[in-house]
């Protein structure tokens, strides 16, 4: 029972700690983690590796930003969509949640942009090719 309580409460202070970074947590207690409830225990890991990659690139941008002012998603997503568009790429993304992210298609564009030659195209499924 003792043990039972100590897991219980490193899991609840896992969660605690997500809320005290800002994480959106949503429905997930130390419970969940403990039960093995696979979906929300990957929400909370995607969640604190959003905040990680918000926070790196925040650090890696402070030139461009004021002191302080920390990157937001629509900072990346503007500048995805300009080097998309610098690259002659004729895709773009909204927001995270975009649908055409499923395809993978911006991501491959993209690095195909960042990195030419890099991708090979013939492998690549377009168009009515992928749902």
Not at 6 to 32: F, Q, T
Not at 39 to 67: D, G, I, K, P
């Amino acid at each position: 029972a003792k043990r039972f309580q100590e897991v219980l409460g490193n899991c609840n202070y896992a969660v605690e700690l997500g809320r005290k970074l800002n994480i959106v947590l949503v429905g997930i207690g130390g419970s969940d983690i403990m039960e093995g409830n696979t979906t929300l225990t990957l929400a909370l890991v995607w969640q604190l590796m959003r905040a990680y990659t918000l926070s790196l690139l925040s650090q890696l941008n402070r030139e461009n930003c004021e002191a302080g002012t920390p990157l937001v998603e629509s900072q990346i997503i503007s500048w995805a969509n300009s080097k998309l568009e610098e690259g002659g790429k004729n895709i773009s993304i909204k927001n995270f949640q975009d649908k055409t992210n499923k395809t993978a298609l911006p991501i491959i564009h993209l690095i195909d942009v960042l990195k030419p030659g890099v991708i090979n195209f013939s492998i690549v499924k377009q168009g009515d090719k992928i749902s």
